[in-house]
């Protein structure tokens, strides 16, 4: 098992980051996205970093006062099972806390693991007051397109399933 340790992401791990989620965009797992879109949001990532090769990466998106969502949780393949996701979705959790956050939303495949962390299935999916869905309705971003079930993001989803921890 190898030793890694977690920082927050460097413009030097673009390319990095990118080459995880290639595979993963390729199964339909996660979107792709250009260059730009991981520079400008480079301050909510963190990597794991071993033997100077990246091993995963996630990212901390706040939406709102009090949520937030968990992105691009990606480890690389030859690594899976060696505790590196389960590490980087610890230090995204406690980021959160730390800056009052007290939900966190997810989409994705891997339900169980997501289960395992502590969060749940959203069995309500209007997770949010109708004040403040209005104001989310203003933002361009996608992934809250995606936590609002918004149609005009329909043809665009993976088919993954929505899921949120309160903290």
């Not at 098992?1 to 920082?7: A, E, G, I, Q, V």
């Not at 080459?19 to 879109?37: F, S, T």
């Not at 590490?87 to 939303?105: H, P, T, Y």
């Not at 169980?112 to 969060?119: I, L, N, P, W």
């Amino acid at each position: 098992m190898p030793s890694f340790t977690l920082r927050s992401a460097r413009t030097s791990d673009v390319a990095g980051i990118r080459r995880l989620v290639r595979p993963l965009a390729d199964q339909r797992v996660l979107l792709e996205k250009e260059a730009v879109a991981y520079f400008e949001s480079l301050q909510e990532f963190i990597v794991a970093i071993g033997d100077d090769d990246l091993l995963g990466c996630g990212a901390l998106h706040v939406m709102w006062e009090d949520l937030a969502e968990i992105r691009t949780l990606a480890t690389d393949e030859s690594h899976r099972g060696e505790g590196i996701g389960k590490a980087l979705l610890q230090e995204l959790v406690e980021r959160a806390r730390v800056i009052g956050v007290s939900r966190l939303f997810c989409l994705t495949f891997e339900v169980e693991f997501f289960r395992a962390m502590g969060f749940e299935v959203m069995a309500n999916q209007s997770a949010v007051d109708p004040e403040v869905y209005s104001e989310l309705l203003r933002s361009t971003d996608e992934g809250v397109a995606e936590f609002l079930d918004l149609a005009r993001v329909k043809p665009n989803t993976l088919g993954n399933t929505r899921m949120i921890m309160n903290l």
